[in-house]
């Protein structure tokens, strides 16, 4: 799908090291429970309930219940970004002025709505990139309902520009981009990029990039057989030992290492979301 990078069901216990997604990653838990931690920060998630973990928020999961059951979305936020204009919705899944996760109630209603989405992703049918859109939107507007900060952080000129700059990162994180270069785009000192930036994501841009990178070789990763070293040079890292090690301190393991338990990960959730239809 055009913006949606990966839909999959999760069943059973098992923990996930500290990670940071570029995508904004959405969770339904439909048994048991998991647990997330971001920061000194934790959060323990029940059956029926919802989460929204923006893009750029560094968290660990840990599910310890054997009857964990989960849907699981992460959603390409500059792609999403690029056909909706809600500014809110956009500052929310991109982690602009949110730095944490962010919960609400689901339920009957919820569960259809990802029923939906599942049917549509599997289908890949005229509209079903259309019929996602609106689901999703829905999922967003019933999640920032349930967070009423979000109507007080407003929309500024700031957080505009800043949301313009990832995009501009995501699109060109593959090729050798400089910060000074990323500035001179937007007719801003170095200085600001980096002030703003760090302002409005809570990261510096040049972590923001770094991030961009190795979401970019993840899901290569994952969905191709090409070469770390391919992968590596395809994704702009200046080595594939640069690569492994930017992997190994985001990811909590090596390119290798992510190949092998995402596939074992994506196999298991394929063959568990046929058992529920």
Not at 14 to 36: A, K, M, N, W
Not at 116 to 131: L, M
Not at 202 to 216: G, T, V
């Amino acid at each position: 799908m055009s913006f949606i990078e990966s839909f999959d069901f999760y069943r059973g216990a098992g923990s996930f090291p500290l990670q940071r997604h570029i995508d904004c990653e959405i969770i339904y838990v439909t048994d048991g429970s998991i647990e997330i931690s971001y920061g000194k920060e934790k959060l323990t998630l029940s059956k029926n309930q919802l989460c929204l973990i923006p893009s750029g928020v560094l968290h660990r999961s840990y599910t310890p219940d054997e009857r964990y059951s989960r849907y699981v979305m992460f959603v390409n936020t500059w792609k999403f970004s690029s056909g909706y204009s809600s500014l809110r919705l956009q500052n929310l899944i991109s982690g602009i002025g949110v730095y944490h996760p962010v919960t609400a109630e689901g339920g009957e209603e919820i569960q259809r709505i990802f029923e939906q989405i599942k049917t549509e992703y599997r289908s890949n049918a005229v509209f079903s990139d259309d019929i996602i859109y609106s689901l999703v939107i829905r999922l967003l507007v019933h999640i920032a309902r349930s967070y009423p900060e979000l109507e007080c952080l407003g929309v500024n000129e700031a957080q505009g520009l800043v949301m313009n700059i990832r995009s501009y990162i995501q699109q060109n994180c593959s090729s050798q981009l400089k910060m000074s270069k990323v500035a001179e785009r937007f007719y801003i000192s170095n200085c600001y990029l980096s002030h703003i930036f760090k302002e409005q994501s809570n990261m510096s841009p040049k972590e923001f990039l770094i991030s961009c990178r190795i979401s970019k070789a993840g899901h290569l990763l994952i969905n191709s057989e090409k070469s770390i070293a391919d992968i590596s040079e395809e994704c702009g890292f200046s080595s594939p030992s640069d690569m492994t090690v930017r992997f190994k301190k985001e990811c909590g393991m090596t390119p290798r290492e992510y190949r092998v338990s995402k596939r074992r990960m994506k196999a298991q959730g394929i063959e568990l979301t046929m058992k529920n239809i």
